[in-house]
């Protein structure tokens, strides 16, 4: 019989996982947190070399793995292939942790509007549309869950990623009101919010990354308030202390602490997802 967590409540346990993102950073460590003899892993990476590493351990740990090499810049694409996968491998748990980041750089006027539009489309607007999708083929079946990795970006107004940041904050409302709208259906939705976790997406970044947290910690985090069932998780816990300040704080007194962050990124060819 397994163990209750500290919450009191027993685990969830899900034989057939899809994730997303799945060539590296979390996406990776959570699908290899989750491979085990007995588990059909459905991995969608954008980068086929990664993605196949990413197999080759989930495979090496016993799961059984279907690979999917997509971009979810083209939304429709991305549907399309969700229900293929779904209709061959009914899905119980659906991981979305595809993302992209971008900020602006000191020198610049404003962010580059195209990348705007590529962070809102895999950051906000392909997910969501992925999880009403899944949503829905679960609700049927009166089983499944969804987590949809956000950031604790969402809570703040941040000058220097105006897309990430309102992006992310999209995903967190969206999240939120779809998982109010399947009580009682069978259906349960987890936001993650993360601070700095030590990926090649935070790894970017110039400066330093307070409270950093490995890929292998992250996943091990997700993946306990999954079988949790909880509504939301914010790591390290610091960041739920910023989220209270922030809330609470005078919209003047927030501006003025923003406007004088500073960040900056290294360059790179294009964003990764």
Known sequence: MPRRDRSGKFPQTYNVIMVTGASGGIGAAIARHYARPGVMLVLWGRDPSRLAHTAQTCVGRGAAVQTRSIDLRDGLAALAALRADDAQHPLELVVLGAGVSDIRNADEASEVAETVLETGLVNFAVPAALATEITARMAVRGRGHVAMIGSVAAFHNLPFATAYSGSKAGLARFCHALRLSLRNRG??????????????????????????????????????AIGRGDADLVFPGVFRLLRALDTFLPRRVSDAVMVRLKAAQKRQEHLGA
Do not use: C
């Open 187 to 224: 259906v349960g939705l987890t936001l993650i919010s993360p601070g700095f976790v030590d990926t090649a997406m935070s790894r970017r970044l110039i400066g330093p990354r307070p409270f950093l947290v490995t890929p292998e910690g992250a996943a091990a985090r997700i993946a306990r």
